[in-house]
C-alpha cells in the first residue's frame, strides 16, 4: 500500500497532442506514466499499481470500456480508480463507463481548471481511503498488523504459494508468563512491554514480504511467503533472542526482562491442504514449547540451539 511515495497517475490515450496538454496540466504535482495503447497500459497498470488512471474510450487496440473491464475484473487493479477521457458526447457511454467502475468522466477538448479539479479530488479520495485502510488494519497499540490483516494476507500468501509451488512458513509466538506480567507490574507497564516486543518483531523480520502481526493479547505471529524451514527457524530463533535481551524499565526505575515461546510451521502447501491445519501444526509447536520450558523454538524437531548443546 502507497502511503509515502508521489502520486502517480497513468494516463491512457492514443493521441501524442492529449497526451502532452495532460501531463503539463498535470506535471509536478503528480509522477506521469503515459500508455499510447490498452495492452500497454494494461501491462504498466499490473507492473505499477498507479493511483489513479486516466483512460481513453478510444485506443487504436482495445476499446476503453474492455481495458476498464479487465481492470476491475483483476485483484492487483481492481481497486485503481478510472477517469475515463473521451470526446463523445454521449449519455449511453457516459452510463456505460459507470456501470463498469469508471468515477468520473472528463470531455475533450480539456479544460485546465477542470482536469486540474477532477484529479486532485479523487486523489483526496484515494489518500483518505488509504488512511481508513491503514488504521482499519493495524493494531493500535502495536502498529503491527492486525488480526484481520494478518488473515487477508494469509489467505493470498496461501493461495499464491499452491499455485507457484513455493514455500511458506509462519511463527505462532507467545509471551512467556505475561498475566504474571501484568499482576506484578499493572496493565500500563505490560503495554509498554508489548509495544517493545513489537519492536524486536519488526526489526528481525525486516523483507518487504515478511509480516509481523499481532493476533491477540500477548500472542504474536509472523507470517513469511517464500521462506523455507532453515530460513523461519533462523528468524525465530533471533526473535527469541532478541525479546530474551530486552530490558524493559518501570516508572519506578526497575528493569523487567521478558521471554517468548515460538512454534514454527513450514510447508509447500498443495490443492488438498488447508490453511486451518496449517495454523493448528503451528499452535501445536507453539503448545510444545511452552511445555519444553518456555523461551524456545520449535518446529516439530528440538529447534533452540541450546537443546543441542
Known amino acids: 500500500m502507497k502511503t509515502d511515495s508521489k502520486f502517480t497517475i497513468l494516463i491512457v490515450d492514443d493521441e501524442k497532442a492529449n497526451l502532452t496538454v495532460l501531463n503539463r496540466i498535470l506535471y509536478g504535482e503528480y509522477e506521469i506514466v503515459m500508455a499510447k495503447n490498452g495492452e500497454l497500459a494494461l501491462s504498466l497498470a499490473m507492473e505499477g499499481k498507479p493511483d489513479l488512471i486516466l483512460l481513453d474510450i478510444m485506443l487504436p487496440d482495445i476499446n476503453g470500456f474492455d481495458v476498464l473491464t479487465r481492470l476491475k475484473g483483476e ?20 452510463e456505460k463507463g459507470f456501470l ?15 482536469v486540474k479539479a477532477r ?4 486523489a483526496e479520495i484515494v489518500r ?6 491503514k488504521y482499519s488494519l493495524t493494531d493500535p497499540l502495536t502498529d503491527l498488523s492486525n488480526r484481520r490483516n494478518f ?11 499452491v499455485r507457484e509451488h513455493v514455500p ?10 505475561f498475566k504474571s506480567y501484568n499482576d506484578a507490574y ?17 526489526t528481525m523480520a525486516r523483507r518487504p514480504a515478511d509480516l509481523p502481526a499481532r493476533l491477540g493479547g500477548e500472542e504474536f505471529g509472523v507470517l513469511m511467503p517464500e521462506t523455507g524451514a532453515e530460513g523461519a527457524l533462523m528468524v525465530a530463533e533471533h526473535i527469541r533472542a532478541g525479546i530474551e535481551a530486552l530490558r524493559v524499565p518501570t516508572a519506578d526505575g526497575e528493569v523487567t526482562t521478558a521471554t517468548i515461546s515460538i512454534g514454527v510451521v513450514s510447508a509447500v502447501p498443495g490443492k488438498t491442504d488447508s490453511i486451518e491445519d ?12 511452552k511445555t519444553a520450558g518456555r523461551n524456545r523454538v520449535y518446529a516439530g524437531i528440538p529447534a533452540d540451539p541450546k537443546d543441542s548443546q
Open 75 to 94: 485483484p492487483e487493479t481492481k481497486k485503481i480508480p478510472v477517469i475515463c477521457i473521451t470526446g463523445l458526447d454521449s449519455e449511453y457511454d457516459e
Open 278 to 289: 496449517f495454523i493448528s501444526r503451528a499452535d501445536e509447536n507453539l503448545y510444545a514449547a
Open 186 to 202: 499493572g496493565h500500563p507497564q505490560g503495554d509498554i512491554l508489548l509495544k517493545a516486543a513489537a519492536g524486536v518483531f519488526m
Open 119 to 122: 484529479v486532485h479530488n479523487h
Open 100 to 114: 463498469l467502475g469508471a468515477v468520473d468522466y472528463i470531455k475533450k477538448p480539456f479544460k485546465s481548471a477542470i
Open 168 to 177: 511458506l512458513s509462519f511463527l505462532m509466538m507467545d509471551l512467556d508468563k
Open 151 to 161: 488473515n487477508d494476507r494469509l489467505d493470498t500468501e496461501w493461495r499464491r504459494a
Open 128 to 133: 483518505q481511503m488509504r488512511i481508513i485502510e
